[in-house]
């Protein structure tokens, strides 16, 4: 069984670099960041060593927007009424709909609180159904 950082691999599902990317390492669970220019030595050493064993590592892709902007609709229909919820509606569409989303909330301490919540809990389901789709026993630590 994979022991697994779970802080880590949900971290780097949430988070897309344009500098590289994570992986996760199907022999010690480890999950790192791989530089797509690297110069340092050691993100060298990091770059070839991935390279070399491509079954090993297995590339850790960002959760999609899709998938943040569902999330954030079930939430509002969910979990919000009134005039909060037509803020939160209003808020996510178009462009720059996450950041308007958190924006409307932060007025409302107790709901934001809830979707922290709630998005951690979605995270965490991504993150073992990735893990289950590449069909790798786990347990986080």
């Not at 899709?66 to 229909?77: G, H, L, S, V």
């Not at 389901?125 to 990735?130: D, I, L, V």
Request: glycine fraction near 4%; hydrophobic fraction near 35%.
């Amino acid at each position: 069984m994979l022991r697994i950082n779970r802080e880590a691999l949900e971290g780097a599902l949430q988070f897309h670099l344009d500098e590289g990317y994570h992986v996760l390492d199907r022999e010690s669970g480890e999950v790192f960041m791989v530089s797509h220019h690297p110069r340092e030595a050691e993100d060298k050493r990091l770059t070839a060593m991935v390279a070399a064993d491509e079954e090993r590592y297995l590339s850790v892709p960002a959760i999609p927007p899709a998938n943040r902007y569902r999330w954030m609709r079930d939430f509002a229909e969910r979990n919000t009424e009134g005039y909060l919820y037509d803020q939160l509606a209003l808020a996510m569409q178009g462009r720059g709909g996450v950041r308007r989303f958190l924006s409307a909330l932060s007025d409302y301490p107790r709901e934001q609180q809830a979707w922290h919540q709630y998005q951690e809990s979605q995270v965490r389901e991504y993150a073992e159904e990735w893990l289950r789709s590449f069909e790798i026993s786990y347990e986080f630590c």
